[in-house]
């Protein structure tokens, strides 16, 4: 953060200690509980928010050469981010081109030359390139393997950290889409961390209810 935006900031966050009323709402608002349990509209902001936009899928740490890689769900998108050889980031419907099994079945990984479906064996490189295929003369003779690489998705990489637009029919400028964010995002250093240990957690609740909690004056 520049030292300006910083002090604005910070005088900011003082006269709202000393004038709280001025930084709150005029006036309650009230939610009606159906936008927490309304399935279709749960579609909907899945669908419109998530999916539409870039979401952080894995850390730089986590993929420090070529061959690390990370399978990931991005609003219930089967994703694969792969460090290819040629030093960037790949990120991959995690489909097979075969029967749709997913490609990959582990969390995370390294140093993989090439994924081999465990439903029927087919092998994808890190560029997402369909290789090679088991006993190919054997009711698949003359079949291009060209046209069967894995679904791409639009990914980039900033301030150590992979995003990835769940999308592959979108189009990812991460640099317009970020916008003054970039800046701050940079200023944490991510890309000097390292990676040490990946928790999951997948708690069944609406989204909203954990936004909702860290918007109210309690938690700011």
């Known amino acids: 953060m520049d030292r300006d935006t910083q002090i604005a900031l910070g005088r900011h966050l003082l006269h709202c200690l000393r004038q709280p009323q001025d930084s709150l709402q005029g006036e309650i608002s009230y ?10 509209q749960w579609r909907q902001e899945r669908d419109v928010l998530f999916r539409r936009y870039p979401l952080v899928a894995a850390a730089s740490c986590q993929l420090r050469q070529p061959g690390d890689f990370v399978a990931e769900d991005l609003a219930g998108t089967p994703v694969l981010v792969v460090r290819a050889r040629d030093g960037d980031v790949r990120a991959f419907l995690n489909v097979c081109a075969h029967r749709g099994a997913a490609v990959v079945e582990e969390p995370c990984g390294e140093a993989r030359r090439t994924f081999a479906c465990p439903y029927h064996g087919w092998v994808y490189d890190t560029d997402g390139r369909l290789v090679s295929i088991p006993q190919q003369g054997f009711g698949f003779e003359g079949l291009s393997l060209e046209g069967l690489r894995l679904v791409p998705l639009p990914a980039a990489e900033r301030h150590g950290l992979v ?44 989204w909203k209810l954990v936004a909702d909690g860290f918007w109210e004056a309690y938690h700011i």
């Open 163 to 206: 995003f990835v637009l769940p999308d592959p029919t979108g189009t990812l400028d991460l640099d317009a889409y970020l916008g003054a964010l970039g800046p701050e995002l940079a200023g944490y250093g991510f890309g000097a961390y390292h990676h040490f240990e990946t928790v999951v957690r997948t708690p069944e609740v609406n």
């Open 31 to 40: 939610n009606d509980k159906s936008i927490y349990v309304d399935e279709a």
